[in-house]
């Protein structure tokens, strides 16, 4: 079974331009999470979306964006980027229990912005 | 904040050697988690504890969870270089919407040496 695949694996942008990512989850998993790790803020989560909607929100502001299409595949988007969104993007996949269980990370995407 | 706290930041122990590490959380948790990080790489899963359980196994590690202390701690027998990387707990959330989303630690650094 294929795992979680995230692209693009790095990127650098300019500050004020956006970026879109995107992840596809493991076969079967209907949830996909989004986190934001820098060194100074730790894992931190940005949003949770399950058959397409979206469930769970972090402390973001609304610059950060995400979407779900119908094959569960997800795409998150930052707008207008600022030096503090360098970091490393992470997906995770699970079957979506109520309860969170076991998450299933992709390399991620890290992002570099001048 | 619920986010889990783990110690030490930084471990750094000889092949051979037992490693060590804690985590505390400040609420209610259905389950805690311990993931494993490579170097700018995605996140591993090893190990889930249930919060009524107190100790599980798998393979040379060892979890405990104390939830009236709100503890947790992950013990790896016979280190091997192979082990070196980031380890951090993860909670969730018995309370609440905790749909996909996880409080990370902010991880202990594990060096094994050969």
């Known amino acids: 079974k294929a795992g979680v695949t995230q692209t693009p694996r790095y990127l650098i942008k300019t500050r004020g331009q956006q970026v879109t990512l995107s992840c596809s989850p493991i076969s079967g998993h209907r949830s996909v999470s989004w986190y934001q790790q820098t060194p100074g803020q730790g894992l931190q989560f940005l949003f949770e979306?399950?058959?397409?909607?979206?469930?769970n929100k972090g402390n973001f502001p609304g610059r950060f964006s995400g979407r779900q299409f119908s094959n569960s595949r997800s795409e998150m988007n930052v707008s207008t980027l600022e030096l503090g969104d360098s970091a490393l993007y992470l997906c995770?996949?699970?079957?979506?229990?109520?309860?969170?269980?076991?998450?299933?990370f992709g390399e991620g995407s890290r992002l570099t912005v001048l | 904040s619920q986010q889990g706290e783990e110690d030490p930041q930084a471990l750094s122990i000889q092949e051979g050697e037992n490693a060590t590490m804690n985590c505390s959380y400040k609420t209610s948790i259905n389950n805690l988690q311990w993931y494993r990080q490579n170097s700018g790489r995605g996140l591993v899963h090893l190990i889930l504890i249930r919060s009524n359980e107190r100790e599980k196994h798998s393979g040379r590690l060892r979890v405990t969870l104390d939830t009236s202390k709100k503890s947790s701690s992950l013990l790896i027998t016979a280190s091997r270089a192979a082990d070196t990387a980031s380890y951090f707990c993860a909670t969730d959330a018995s309370r609440g919407s905790t749909l996909g989303r996880l409080y990370f630690g902010r991880g202990t650094q594990l060096t094994v040496w050969p």
């Open positions: 979306y399950f058959s397409e909607t979206q469930r």
């Open positions: 995770a996949s699970s079957t979506g229990d109520r309860n969170t269980g076991e998450l299933f």
